[in-house]
């Protein structure tokens, strides 16, 4: 039997086990940025939730190689590893602070979770205060009326 090929095979098993749990860590912190919504006609998938996602996944697998060294033994693939999360951050970060790939379609399809998150804000939080009350009946309004013209502005496209 030859243990250097199965040692090279459950080592590269460690780096594949990190894929799927940066690829399934990702899908769950995505989907999660979405319970802030108040509805799930309010759920668009969007560039700038993408951007969100990568910018949370790419430290994750940067600990994970640094935290569990043993587990993840080639120094070349760390390093390419580590470098490709820092680009994926870095892109990310200056993706979404430049909004440079988002044109009309992305807007809309980012602004209605936004102000959705604001309506749904607006409906649980226990106010006492008046003006803050009167504030957020004004904010649920708008934000609404907002909402129903980016999707009717989405529906013609």
Known sequence: MDHSSHMSTRKMGAYWSLAFQTVIS????????????????????NLNMLYMTLMMVSPMVVLMI???????????????????????????????????????????????PHHSGAILMCQEAKLSDPEVIRLCESIKRSQRQEIDEMKAILARR
């Open 26 to 45: 990702g899908v769950i912190m995505y989907l999660v940025m979405f319970v802030m919504i108040d509805g799930l006609d309010s759920f668009y998938n």
């Open 66 to 112: 640094l935290a569990m060294r043993h587990m993840f033994p080639s120094k070349a693939a760390n390093i390419a590893l580590i470098a490709a999360s820092l680009v994926a951050f870095l892109g990310s970060f200056a993706f979404i602070r430049t909004q440079t790939t988002i044109g009309d379609t992305a807007f809309l399809r980012s602004m209605i």
